[in-house]
């Protein structure tokens, strides 16, 4: 019985060494991916949140990375010397008239080697690294990673155990008077600990599967937001603690049932109650997250495509021309765009107005969450800017804004370029409600910006004071005495081999000198502020434009301008070239633009 006792008792320890293990993986994530709160927009409740997040002991220890540092090391020094004790009871019970106190130096000593290399294939050590003189002969993968861990915990068992080569610690042989039939009880220390660490080895994978699910959920889903959350980092926190802890603790019941000890089958019997019991509640609690995750919020789908229905690649292609400075850039427009959320990326759909469609009624059923619900809604966004049309994907990204940071900030950078109309004057407004909105310098420097180009100089002002009170520095800042320019107009026709092209998207991009083409993943300058499509006759007007430089660019099918057109097999009479606008020159008239293919 009192056998049983130290065992339960070196369950639970271990059990509190995952705990603390959770906490401080926790701190360590808080404090990498916490947002800075003094730049942002933030609502309020995104700022409460982040300030308390940050005002917590998990997000302190994180920042105190020496703190934190030397908290993990002791715990590893402690749980290393409860190990050696429940492999090896002579360590706590040692009488000194016998006890090779040499023995007891090497036997820790080789314990500790080994315990360090079991935790450096637990942290997943490149094997490359590891093994340094053949790599090649090692691969990287999890059978190699478990093969070394069963090798390892068995050579533990064997050095440190009762069984193996420590015995009583009374003799440097495996002849001492505890280790009667000296083969089979060293081939037994040795599977046992093999089998043991085989166990930890499956736990290791079956932790990493199921937080990397659970951080997926928390991320896409139940952290309330596309961006870290306090609620978010509390679920985290929790499934860490509850995994880690649980985790340890079965893996150190195992150990009391594999320990190589002096101990009868049906005392091992009795001890394997220990880890049956906490894996009857540890796996229903993963199955059945996983399970409801699933169902709820499609976590077993492969990509966005499958979730909602759609084709994964697009398999047909456009040609887009944008006219460059130097010379046109023409580049094949592939039909198929992508999404991304914080942790889905690039999940790419063949790109139609049929499938936006299709990507909505897929958001719409999914209101209370999906994992791919932000990545959707950031590739509806980018499916329209991607067909040129500018008003819809500007909508969307609004939409996107009010719930996710980055999406926020890359929306305030380009209202600055937006046509000057009274719905982007409401988006603008919509985040200078300060009730709802907490603007940081940098946001506060976005909103004069986005006042100034709207032409409401005086709360242009006004924000610039709020910038300025803040920290930003606005000592080289044209934002208020720059010129105010709204109504800006330019105007032309579209012609291919000199037969007027109807029907055809215009798009219009902020121009920058190192531009070579026109990269959709790139947010800021890759998706364009205005749209139209040219009437029977070819011609295009866009209105309302603000001041600054421009590019043009038009889309066509491939078989009206092959994107793959030889050398001189297009030229461009009356190219526009950067378009340049100001209060000297507001109203630009690009004339006949005449495409010359020659096929």
């Known amino acids: 019985m009192k056998g049983i006792t130290k065992d339960i008792i070196f369950v639970v320890v271990m059990g509190v060494f995952g705990v603390a293990a959770g906490l401080g993986i926790t701190s360590i994530l808080s404090a990498i991916a916490m947002p800075s709160t003094a730049d942002l927009l933030l609502t309020v409740k995104e700022k409460i949140d982040y300030e308390a997040a940050q005002t917590g002991f998990l997000f302190f220890l994180g920042t105190h990375a020496s703190i934190l540092l030397w908290i993990l090391i002791a715990f590893t020094v402690i749980a290393f010397f409860i190990v050696l004790i429940e492999l090896n009871p002579n360590f706590s019970s040692m009488k000194k008239d016998k006890t090779n106190r040499k023995k007891v130096v090497v036997v820790v000593l080789s314990g500790a080697v080994l315990f360090v290399i079991l935790a450096v294939i637990q942290a997943r050590v490149p094997l490359s690294f590891i093994s340094g003189i053949a790599p090649a002969f090692i691969p990287d993968s999890n059978i190699a990673y478990g093969f070394m861990m069963v090798i390892v915990s068995g050579a533990l068992w064997l050095v440190v155990g009762e069984m193996g080569w420590a015995g009583d610690f009374s003799s440097w042989g495996f002849d001492n008077a ?179 469609n299709k990507l909505g009624d897929y958001l719409a059923r999914h209101k209370d969450g999906s994992i791919f619900f932000y990545a959707g809604r950031d590739a509806v966004m980018k499916g329209h800017y991607m067909l040129f049309e500018a008003a819809k994907g500007t909508g969307q990204m609004f939409i996107n804004a009010r719930s996710q940071i980055l999406a926020r900030m890359v929306f305030l950078s380009r209202l600055r370029w937006l046509p000057v109309t009274a719905e982007n004057e409401k988006y603008l407004r919509s985040f200078a409600d300060e009730t709802m909105w907490h603007a940081g310098k940098n946001a506060s420097l976005r909103m004069a910006e986005g006042f100034m180009h709207f032409g409401r100089t005086e709360e242009a002002k006004t924000w610039a004071d709020k910038a300025k009170a803040k920290g930003a520095d606005l000592t080289k800042s044209t934002i208020l005495t720059e010129p105010v320019l709204t109504n800006a107009t330019v105007t032309g026709t579209i012609k291919l081999n000199g037969t007027p092209l109807e029907g055809k998207k215009i798009a219009l991009f902020p121009y920058k000198p190192n531009m070579k083409q026109i990269d959709p993943k790139s947010l800021l300058s890759g998706l364009p502020i205005d749209s139209k499509t040219t009437d029977p006759a070819g011609r295009f007007e866009f209105t309302n434009l603000g001041k600054g430089e421009y590019v043009l660019a038009v889309m066509t099918e491939k078989e009206e301008v092959p994107f793959k057109v030889p050398a001189g097999g297009l030229n461009i009479e009356n190219a526009p070239a950067v378009i340049t606008l100001d209060a000297a020159a507001a109203a630009k008239n690009l004339g006949d633009i005449n495409l010359i293919v020659r096929k």
Not at 272 to 278: E, Q
Not at 292 to 319: F, H, M, W
Request: charged residues 15%.
């Open 178 to 356: 505890e280790v009667t039939s000296r083969g089979p009880r060293i081939a037994g220390a040795f599977f046992m600990g093999a089998v043991c660490g085989g166990i930890a080895y499956f736990f290791f994978l079956l932790f990493n599967w199921s937080f990397n699910k659970y951080f997926l959920l928390v991320s896409e889903v139940l952290g309330g937001s596309n961006e870290p959350t306090l609620h978010g980092w509390q679920l985290l926190a929790n499934a860490l603690v509850f995994l880690l802890g649980f985790s340890f603790a079965i893996i150190a019941g195992f150990v009391t049932v594999l320990a190589p000890k002096r101990m009868t089958f049906k005392a091992r019997l009795i001890r394997l109650v220990i880890p049956a019991i906490l894996l009857a509640v540890y796996a229903p609690v993963i199955g059945g997250t996983y399970h409801d995750a699933v169902v709820r919020y499609d976590l077993n789908k492969k990509n966005l495509a499958e979730a909602a229905g759609i084709p994964e690649k697009g398999q047909t292609s456009k040609t887009v021309v944008l006219f460059l400075p130097e010379k046109p850039a023409i580049q094949e427009w592939r039909m198929e765009a992508s999404g991304n959320g914080l942790m889905i990326y690039n999940n790419t759909y063949a790109l139609s107005p049929e499938n936006i």
